[in-house]
Structure formats: structure tokens, C-alpha cells
């Protein structure tokens, strides 16, 4: 049974820093390319950050600079690093298993201005 948990969201100031986790299980997940989504109140799903299984990049334009995605095959997990947080960061963020249907069930990353 493949699951997907994130961690580690929360509320912080804006200017500051979270570190989102999200941990895989019932997959070969050094296989997989992941990806992190986030959903704000009132609009779509939109993709934040992409991660190949060779360790390769790609972040949305609205998020360079900032956030840095990584991932640890020895523990199946992948990250989302997010500094210099704003207000419009504000969301509730997924992982998923790219081109499949196996998303998390999501962590608020609330940020106040």
C-alpha cells in the first residue's frame, strides 16, 4: 500500500523559514521522481517544486531562489525547504509520486505578514 505523510508545517512570520518533509512508503522511491504542490484558499493546485530520481531540479518561477527541493533515498523521504517566506506562500502543501495518483494528505504552511 503506497502512502505519502508530510510534515513540519506551521505558522511563521514572513521572512522566515520551514522545512516541509514528506515521507514514502510501500514504493521504491529512489525510483520515482516526487513533486511538491501547494493549494491556497479559493485557487487551484499549482506546482511548486520537482525533484528527478537522479537528483535533477526544476522549481516554478514563483518560488526561485527560495525554496529548495531535496531528497534522501535511504529514508524515502523528500523535502521542500522554504525561506524568505510571504504572506502568498500561504497554503496547504502536497507531495506527490510524479505521473501517478498518490498524493499526501497535505500541511499548512501558514505565513503572517
Known amino acids: 500500500q503506497v502512502q505519502l505523510v508530510e510534515s513540519g508545517g506551521g505558522l511563521v512570520q514572513a521572512g522566515g523559514s520551514l522545512r516541509v518533509s514528506c515521507a514514502a512508503s510501500?514504493?521504491?522511491?529512489?525510483?520515482?521522481?516526487m513533486g511538491w504542490y501547494r493549494q491556497a484558499p479559493g485557487k487551484q493546485r499549482e506546482l511548486v517544486a520537482v525533484i528527478t530520481s537522479g537528483g535533477s531540479t526544476r522549481y516554478a518561477d514563483f518560488v526561485k531562489g527560495r525554496f529548495t527541493i531535496s531528497r534522501n533515498n535511504a529514508n524515502n523521504t523528500v523535502y521542500l525547504q522554504m525561506n524568505s517566506l510571504k504572506s502568498e506562500d500561504t497554503a496547504v502543501y502536497y507531495c506527490?509520486?510524479?505521473?501517478?495518483?498518490?498524493w499526501g494528505q497535505g500541511t499548512q504552511v501558514t505565513v503572517s505578514s
Open positions: 506527490r509520486i510524479l505521473i501517478t495518483t498518490y
Open positions: 510501500g514504493i521504491i522511491f529512489s525510483i520515482h521522481d
